[in-house]
């Protein structure tokens, strides 16, 4: 038997045929178009998930099941409520898409469906409990329990990206102040090095973005860091400090095994990782016990397929 994942992304939605053991078979992919209407949208997706079939050499009878990831959250009849990257609101996507294929089709939150990934068949398979945290331009979270992914008791839960960090802090487009997502994400990371290069503009960071600050990204300012550069350095141990709070919180609530850092920020790899890591003791409460210990998600890209084809009921 084999499982369909579609990855659904505001760019494009790639598509996976994924064997139980969570291996990719074949892949393919449409272009997002929001400027067609949902019901073509779908139409194309199930299109593609049939060519990818095809091309795997499996048949519709071996296909188990079908789940998606998207970027915002659907409800158990698998009408997606939110998801506006794609301007999905309302839309009932289960039953659109089991219109070209009649199989169980199954919906997450991109985040949560990475984080399955990872305990399937990447750094957190075989683990009791794990969290995953995308570090991107916000901050998703995944909770899996016991092979299972906990989403709450009403399909909400695991939004660590806007757990209040700073009372009265950064305004968060979800209309609060001060959401964990302003400090962790790489939104964050350009931020503080924009208002550091107010006080201090003769730094490395200046002359990599040649003056224009729009063009700043997270990695120019850790690499800025890496070489000594004195703001990329405050940026990055801010942003590491943060990031460890977080992460504490995290421990305090749920005390997971594992938790994993995944998502664009986390691809600067061990220097993230050991910083992390480095920080994170000074803010652990129970410092004579065992607590979670801190991974990089290994399936990258790949994650988002994996993960919504080993989504279950
Ligand atoms: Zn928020």
């Known amino acids: 038997m084999v499982r369909i994942g579609l990855d659904v992304g505001g760019t494009g939605i790639q598509i996976g045929v994924v064997d139980q053991d969570g ?5 393919g992919s449409v272009v997002t178009r929001i400027d067609l209407p949902f019901s073509e949208q779908v139409a194309q997706m199930a299109a593609c998930a049939q060519d990818t079939l095809r091309r795997s050499g499996h048949t519709l009878e071996e296909v188990e099941s079908i789940g998606a990831g998207v970027p915002g959250i ?27 294929i009649d199989k169980p089709v ?10 399955l990934a990872e305990s399937v068949a990447g ?40 757990m209040t960090l700073e009372l009265d802090g950064v305004p968060c487009t979800c209309g609060n102040r001060g959401c964990l997502e302003r400090y962790c994400s790489a939104t964050a990371i350009i931020r503080m090095a924009k208002e550091q290069l107010q006080v201090h503009p003769d730094s490395k960071i200046m002359a990599d973005c040649g003056g224009d600050q729009s063009k700043i990204n997270a990695r120019m300012v850790f690499d800025a860091a890496k ?5 990329g350095e405050k940026v990055f141990r801010r942003y590491v400090n ?8 995290i421990i305090c609530f749920l ?6 850092l995944g998502g664009g920020v986390s691809k600067a790899g061990s220097f993230l990782l050991d910083a992390v890591r480095a920080a994170l003791p ?29 989504l279950q009921q």
């Open 123 to 162: 750094v957190s398979a075989g683990t009791s409990s794990s969290v995953f945290l995308t570090l991107g331009t916000g901050v998703g979270g995944g909770i899996v329990i016991g092979g299972k992914v906990w989403s709450g008791a009403h399909g909400v839960g695991s939004e660590v990206g806007h």
């Open 106 to 115: 199954y919906i997450g939150n991109d985040a949560t469906v990475a984080g």
């Open 255 to 260: 005390d997971p095994e594992v938790i994993v």
């Open 23 to 27: 291996r990719i078979l074949e892949k």
């Open 227 to 231: 070489e000594g550069d004195p703001v």
């Open 242 to 249: 943060y990031l460890a709070q977080a992460i504490n919180s």
């Open 282 to 310: 000074r803010y652990i409460f129970y410092k004579q016990m065992p607590y979670a210990r801190i991974e990089l998600a290994t399936l990258g890209s790949d994650a988002g397929i994996i993960g919504a084809a080993m």
């Open 74 to 100: 659907a409800d158990e009849n698998g009408v997606v409520i939110f998801c506006t990257n794609l301007s999905w609101f309302n839309v009932p996507f289960r039953t659109e898409f089991q219109k070209y």
